[in-house]
């Protein structure tokens, strides 16, 4: 289980890298297949497969090292801290993929794939543990789980870390008195400033699920819950330089990407995950487990789904305000365009469309569901929770960062609190929980400390 | 000696839950909403207006004792929907110099009760629906 870093320029291992790989080994073979197979539990496919669940996405310039980007992937949403004695694991023979789109073609330019593999030390023990673990290469850390990171772009396959160390799911005061230290030594330095980490973590979405229970208890009398609240998940964290994935490597020129996950078993893609609460709230469930197998540059097939999304209708059902006129062009250009003055939407004002990149072809440029991120917008010293909503440009829609109220800013958007005129009221709706409980780390990987009390304790 | 605490916790328990009640619907009168002067029922025009007259007036009595309140009880609520519903009724058969208005009334009020029932209150939102509710009113009345 060493973990690999280079010492080695990580262009010659590239060069080397891609002499191995086939063509075939390439983006087109690695783009997921076409099946009708997977954010929290949000299609009924995925909802029965919780490791390869990506619940939540987030991305945004790392604040405390403002020339990278952070990306952060939860998976097994609403695990019960004391669940063991087997816990939470990521799955074998499964890629869990990070993509990226520099140039707005709605393809992957660079994919940042993890694989795992379970690896234990004694298995003539039920114990996940058979004693103190202090550190993550303890002997007494019976079920060890391990990660290969690689870099994949149509060149080839760039191996940046080799047999990481995952950190264990937080068994308990006793097994693991030191659990934060023991979470932090699972941060790997790949070379070349590039940052991984893949381990349990408190679950950092906030939110009242109870909107499920016919839009919060069908008056949303039913909020200010944090329904999240003492569970955990699994994170994998990656901090990246942004010259290594802006378009032609120029970040300045070319400061947007557009970033997605996939979740793929066998080749099959189960999970697609870029902004947040699509497919929980705009895609109808007959089409949740299509939009989880499908690729971006197939989305004109939801494109009546964004355009006349469901929540406002719901709304002026119960509350009698009209829901804003459809089609919506403010929608598509927060979900599928980016925001820019040329992208064709109400919102006339360049974030965080491929579009503004320098060296974009636009003859190229499809529309697609995508987390877009505007690399070129520096950190808030101050974030605010409603990002853009809020006067906060560094924050969502432009990336996902883990404090931003997301909840809330898509139902004011839902609303149509980017169109002109919005009413002053529409600028307040949302659930009643603003943030998280637990504060977040000030250092990669950001994400909280995984809860070890139970959370009917918590 | 036990019945005794029993009366005595009854009536703290009463008096709580009555400061409490009195608190909801509390400050009516450091609402900043403007005086006014209400018309009679009877000073609506016929029609339209005067169907929707009681539930007017009662809406700009409601509105001054929520207006300063940081959250209005079920009773509260239940009366600001059924109002609403009452003056939805009237929207499609409304002489068209009153249909903006009448829907600006309705929708002002669907802001106020989603913002209680979401904990997101602002007194504003309670003085935009009186100011739709006046400016409405003033088309009836004249």
Not at chain 1, 37 to 44: C, F, G, L, N
Not at chain 1, 166 to 182: H, I, K
Not at chain 1, 223 to 231: D, S
Not at chain 2, 16 to 41: F, Q, V
């Amino acid at each position: 289980m060493k973990q690999r870093n280079s010492g080695i320029p990580r262009r010659r291992l590239f060069v080397g890298a891609v002499a191995i790989a086939t063509a075939a080994a390439g983006i087109a073979t690695l783009a997921p297949q076409t099946s009708t197979a997977s954010s929290h539990r949000e299609a009924p496919l995925v909802a029965g497969e919780p490791r390869l669940d990506n619940s939540d996405f987030y991305a945004f310039v790392s604040p405390d090292n403002p020339d990278t980007v952070t990306m952060i992937a939860n998976y097994i949403p609403f695990q019960e801290p004391n669940g063991g004695p087997n816990f939470y694991s990521f799955a074998q023979n499964t890629a869990y993929d990070i993509n990226i789109d520099s140039d707005g073609d709605a393809q992957p330019d660079i994919i940042y794939r993890w694989s795992f593999k379970d690896n234990f030390r004694d298995q003539n023990t039920f114990l996940y543990n058979t004693g103190v673990v202090n550190k993550l290469t303890d002997e007494t850390l019976n079920f060890v789980q391990t990660y290969n990171l690689d870099r994949i772009t149509r060149d080839g396959r760039l191996n940046l870390v080799q047999n990481g160390i995952v950190a264990p799911s937080r068994v308990g005061e006793a097994s693991m008195p030191n659990y934060e230290r023991l979470s932090n030594q699972a941060v790997v330095n790949a070379g070349s400033g590039i940052k991984a980490f893949a381990g349990q973590s408190d679950d950092a979405f906030f939110a009242d699920l109870r909107v499920f229970d016919l839009l919060y208890g069908a008056d949303l009398s039913e909020v200010g819950q944090n329904t999240l609240k003492g569970y955990n998940v699994n994170t994998l964290a990656l901090q990246v330089p942004k010259s290594d994935f802006a378009l032609r490597g120029n970040a300045y020129r070319n400061p947007v990407v557009g970033i997605w996950t996939t979740t793929s078993r066998a080749g099959v893609q189960v999970s697609r995950l870029g902004m947040p609460l699509v497919n929980e709230v705009v895609i109808p469930v007959g089409k949740k487990d299509e939009f989880n197998a499908s690729r971006p540059k197939d989305d004109a097939k939801f494109l009546d789904f964004v355009q006349d999304p469901e929540v406002p209708k719901l709304i002026e059902k119960i509350y009698m305000i009209p829901a804003p006129a459809t089609p919506r062009a403010d929608l598509v250009e927060v979900f599928l365009t980016g925001v820019c003055k040329a992208c064709g939407g109400p919102i006339a004002v360049d974030l965080n469309s491929q579009l503004l990149n320098q060296d974009v072809d636009r003859a190229r440029f499809v529309p697609s569901e995508q987390l877009r991120l505007n690399m070129s917008i520096a950190p808030a010293k101050a974030p605010n929770r409603l990002g853009v909503l809020g006067g906060d440009t560094a924050g969502f829609p432009n990336g996902r960062r883990l404090t931003d109220d997301v909840i809330d800013v898509t139902l004011q958007a839902a609303e149509g609190a980017l169109l002109a005129g919005a009413a002053d009221a529409v600028k307040g709706l949302g659930d009643a929980v603003d943030a998280n409980e637990q504060n977040f780390r000030n250092h990669f990987p950001y994400v909280a400390v995984s809860n070890v009390k139970a959370v009917n304790e918590s | 000696m036990r019945k005794n605490l029993t009366i005595y916790r009854l009536t703290a328990l009463a008096l709580i839950a009555g400061s409490l009640a009195a608190c909801t619907a509390a400050n009516a009168d450091e609402s900043d909403l403007a005086p006014e002067e209400l018309p009679a029922a009877s000073a609506f025009a016929a029609g339209t207006c005067a169907s929707t007259a009681q539930d007017v007036l009662g809406l700009a009595t409601l509105a001054r004792k929520i207006a300063s309140a940081e959250s209005v009880d079920a009773k509260g609520r239940g009366e600001l929907r059924d109002r609403q519903a009452r003056i939805a009724q009237f929207r499609a058969n409304a002489p068209e110099q009153l249909q903006k208005p009448l829907q600006d009334l309705v929708t002002s009020i669907g802001y106020v009760r989603i913002r209680f029932n979401g904990q997101t209150y602002d007194p504003k939102i309670v003085r935009q629906m009186d100011d739709t509710r006046r400016a409405y009113q003033k088309l009836c009345v004249g």
